[in-house]
């Protein structure tokens, strides 16, 4: 079974190399051709644990390839992934301008039957809209063809007028589409890979989501994932809207959980209790469960952020206000600030004041800084006239692209050095165990303000710091 994957980034590439993995042959397609090259010759665009050598393995068997080459890749599959970005338009809502490029494109290059999945996150009716974008784009090119013979003998086709100037699908040309329409479904089967562990997650999913109305695409999807019917996945079989929202449902509701256990600690630090064993007492709660109850400078990353605008945006056009996720949205916007206001509780005016900075990635185990906590406080700091020494094991060239001015360092000690206050901003397994008599004699102030709550604070001040946690001191 052929399959082509449009987008060939962090849920594109890790998609296309597991389902390659799975015996399945593989053609990822991304529009960025220095990424495709870079992947031709055996370099990986992104970081992700275990995905560079099961790339390479994959590409040696033959199974995976890469190519800028849409239409190509498109004729010789049955099945299409769309896995390209849905950004946040400046309102909240979802963008899906490169979704309904990618629509356009498959349409003009549909040659027989094509199961067409969308692995985005998107609105609810996102996979009506690409049906209808295929099939009206289908009628354009029919209509097109049936007009060649016309405009060989110089006439102007009546229906030339209805195709777009700016359209992916006008060239018709005749004999490459044997018959119009083709016949394709559309399947919604949302991603919920974590980064960071997106290969592990992509091949042991708590749960596969199917939303589809077609009794052949939900055969043909079943057998993709034959794999992982085998190792007892829970497969959920529903319509394609309930799909779309099951998504930003599971998204929205990690938010609320991180964002409530933030706000718990931030009571904490006003009363001095202890968020770690609230954490822990509610989290033998079997009906809460301990997962997703790390306080911290709040959630960030490529989804949580912008899934939460949107399903509120969506809500909103639906009639129906979220009042809950927009509390979620604007206290994890303050979360940020509190921090800062951590920063500046210790060290007064922060002009002209050097401050430390342990990770850029907004969490472990990858080089993603998208809505990184880390880049947005970097940012307040440098607002307040603050220094910024950074140091991550990951993220430094990404962070370089759009804060190029910062000091950056080898290592943690080579940031703490003459740094007025050490922040520990992600969570690192290497920041767990830090020389800290090193650092105190580097820091000019020794003073840790550990926003991952990774040390104990009984520990640290014994050790002379002074210390302060998220929800406990
Ligand atoms: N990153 C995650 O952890 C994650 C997890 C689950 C779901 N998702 C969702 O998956 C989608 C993709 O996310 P991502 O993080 O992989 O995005 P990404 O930005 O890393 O990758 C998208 C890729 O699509 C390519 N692209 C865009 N238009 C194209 C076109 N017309 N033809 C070919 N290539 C095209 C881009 O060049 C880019 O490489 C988003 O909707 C996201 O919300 C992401």
Not at 14 to 39: H, M, P, R, W, Y
Not at 234 to 255: G, Q
Not at 286 to 310: M, N, Q, V, W
Request: charged share 25%; proline share 5%.
């Amino acid at each position: 079974m052929k399959i082509a994957i449009i987008g060939t980034g962090y849920v594109g590439l890790v998609t296309g190399t597991c389902l390659a993995d799975f015996g399945l042959s593989v053609t990822c397609v991304d529009q960025d051709e220095t990424k495709i090259s870079l992947l031709n010759s055996g370099g990986v665009p992104i970081y992700e644990p275990n995905l560079a050598p099961l790339i390479e393995k994959n590409v040696s068997a033959g199974r995976l390839s890469f190519t800028t080459d849409l239409e190509k890749a498109v004729k010789q599959s049955k099945i299409i992934f769309i896995a390209v970005g849905t950004p946040s338009n400046d309102d909240g809502s979802a963008n899906l301008k490169q979704i309904e490029k990618v629509a356009q494109q498959i349409a003009a290059s549909m040659n027989e039957y094509k199961v067409i999945v969308n692995k985005s996150t998107v609105p609810i009716g996102t996979a009506t809209k690409i049906k209808e974008i295929i099939s009206k784009s289908q009628n354009v090119i029919a209509r097109s063809e049936a007009s060649l013979p016309q405009r060989k003998q110089g006439k102007q086709s009546q229906h030339s007028s209805v195709i777009p100037a700016s359209s992916h699908v006008i060239p018709a040309k005749a004999g490459i589409h044997p018959s119009f329409p083709v016949e394709f479904d559309v399947v919604s089967n949302p991603e919920f890979l974590r980064e960071g562990s997106a290969v592990y997650d992509f091949t042991h999913p708590d749960k596969i989501v199917i939303g589809t109305t077609s009794d052949k695409a939900l055969k043909i999807m079943q057998e993709i994932y034959r794999p992982l019917y085998l190792i007892d996945t829970p497969f959920v079989i529903t319509n394609p809207e309930t799909a779309e929202l099951i998504k930003y449902a599971c998204n929205s509701f990690l938010a609320t959980k991180i964002t409530f256990i933030n706000e718990i600690a931030n009571l904490c630090d006003k009363v001095g209790a202890d968020v770690h064993q609230i954490a822990k007492a509610m989290g033998l709660d079997g009906r809460i469960s301990p997962k997703f109850l790390h306080p911290g400078p709040g959630y960030g990353g490529s989804c949580f952020p912008k899934d939460t605008e949107a399903l509120y945006h969506f809500s909103s056009t639906c009639g129906y206000e979220f009042k809950l996720l927009k509390g979620v949205i604007s206290a994890n916007k303050r979360q940020r600030e509190l921090m800062v206001e951590k920063v500046k509780y210790h060290l007064g005016d922060l002009k002209g004041k050097t401050i430390a900075i342990l990770g850029l990635a907004f969490k472990q185990n990858t080089d993603d800084i998208r809505k990184s906590p880390s880049i947005d406080i970097i940012k307040l700091l440098l607002k307040e006239g603050a220094r910024i020494r950074c140091f991550d094991p990951l993220a430094m060239d990404n962070t370089k692209k759009i804060l190029p001015d910062l000091t950056y360092c080898q290592d943690e000690y080579e940031t703490a050095q003459e740094s007025d206050a050490l922040v520990i901003v992600t969570e690192w397994n290497q920041f767990r165990n830090l020389d800290l008599s090193k650092i105190k004699k580097l820091l000019k102030t020794p003073i840790i303000l550990d926003l991952r709550n990774l040390y104990e604070p009984a520990t640290l001040k014994s050790l002379g710091f002074i210390y302060e946690g998220v929800g406990r001191r």
